[in-house]
Structure formats: C-alpha cells, structure tokens
C-alpha cells in the first residue's frame, strides 16, 4: 500500500465551476478525514466519515461542499459555485487507530 | 477543543538536540497529547503521542510536565531534513469520540542550519 491518494495534484477553476476532488484511504481504515489548508495556516478539519457515515461536519463546510464515502472505501469532495475564497489546499487523511495517515494534497486555485 | 500554545518559530543547528514546547494548560483529563509536522509541500505526517508519561520512538521523544500543562517535543540530532512545521495537538478520546478529528494550530516553523 503506498499511502492516502489524493487526485488530481492541481486543480484551475474558473470561478462559478464546480470541482470535484478523490481520496484513496489506506485499505482497511475505518476513519477519513478531509482539511483545508490556506498558506501560512495550519489545516483545518471539514468534515469526518467513519466507515460510510459522515459523523462530523465543521460549520466551515457551507452549502457549496459535499462530500461522500460510498461503501466506506474512496471518498469525494464536490465544490459547487466554486469562489475564489475556495482556493487552499485540501488534504485528506485516514486512520484505523492512533496515528492520522495524510495525502499530499489536492491544490485548487479559483481564477 | 482545548487549546495549545507554540512558539511561531525556532532555529537549530544541525546535529544539536531541539526541544519544541508547548503550552496547554487547559488540558482535560481525557486529552492526549499528539505532535505532527508537515513539511514543505507535503501533507502532515505523524510524530508522537502521549497521555501522562514520557515517550521515545524512533523519531522523537516527548516530554510531559507533571501537572500536563506543558510539553515538549524533543529531536535528539536535527537534520536538514527536520526543518518543518510542527504542530502540537490536544485529542479527546472521551466517550465515542475516540481518534476523532485532529484540530491544529499554525505550529512552530523549525528552521535547521547546516
């Protein structure tokens, strides 16, 4: 296994497009995470799925944000009407127990 | 969540020990202490974690006050490769909310020098 997947690296909206972003957990983690990071911040948590349910959304993710783990495995982060206040970078992670595994990212810039 | 305080920065030479602190002295009974770094383009990784007692692996040691209001992350031999953001974290595992979401702060950026 090599590690959470993130796809794509790199993503160039234009502002008003919907974007849609996949994680690949490590096989056989339970718990998914997603976190959006702006430069100079730390990441901060969006929303948690533990198996198929998502059990945690913070109050950051409006309207615009879904995200989905169908049958507990990959999950999809979907940004309708995208803003340029959207461009960060969004990073999933994965864990069965203690430590968090994270994925490198998926970039966006809204033009 | 309860809140952790770190220093915006610090700088090592390399080879030297580095001790990274943290203050938390709003800590509840029920929160471990966690520690991550995330370097230059990449997403944060895992370092170390503890409840009340010390804590050694491979990458780093931890070091817990006696009264849990403080830490402190220790790099016994800093390399080039250590120069990351550090990010000290406070997890409840009370109740169902066991290894639930990870709340960071902005960290201490560790520069090392040759």
């Known amino acids: 296994d090599t590690g959470v997947s993130q796809d794509p690296r790199h993503k160039i909206t234009k502002r008003g497009q919907n974007v849609t972003f996949r994680c690949d957990p490590i096989s056989e983690h339970n718990r998914l995470y997603w976190y959006r990071q702006t430069l100079g911040q730390g990441p901060e948590f969006l929303t948690y799925?533990?198996?198929?349910?998502?059990?945690?959304k913070s109050r950051l993710l409006s309207d615009r944000f879904s995200a989905e783990r169908p049958k507990g495995s990959f999950s999809t982060l979907e940004i309708q009407r995208t803003e340029q206040g959207d461009s960060a970078m969004y990073l999933c992670?994965?864990?069965?127990?203690?430590?968090?595994?994270f994925g490198q990212g998926t970039r966006l810039t809204v033009v | 969540d309860a809140k952790t305080t770190q220093p915006n920065s610090m700088e090592s030479n390399e080879e030297e020990p580095v001790h990274l602190p943290c203050n938390h002295s709003t800590i509840s009974g029920t929160d471990y202490i966690h520690w991550y770094r995330q370097l230059p383009s990449q997403g944060p990784e895992y370092v170390i974690h503890?409840?009340?007692s010390n804590v050694n692996n491979r990458m780093a040691s931890l070091a817990i006050a006696e009264d849990r209001k403080s830490s402190t992350l220790i790099l016994h031999r800093a390399t080039l490769r250590d120069a990351a953001v550090y990010y000290c974290i406070l997890r409840d595992v009370a109740g169902g909310t066991s290894y639930g979401k990870l709340t960071f702060g902005q960290g201490t950026i560790l520069t090392v020098h040759p």
């Open positions: 503890g409840l009340t």
């Open positions: 992670a994965s864990s069965f127990g203690v430590e968090a595994f």
């Open positions: 799925f533990q198996n198929e349910a998502q059990l945690e």
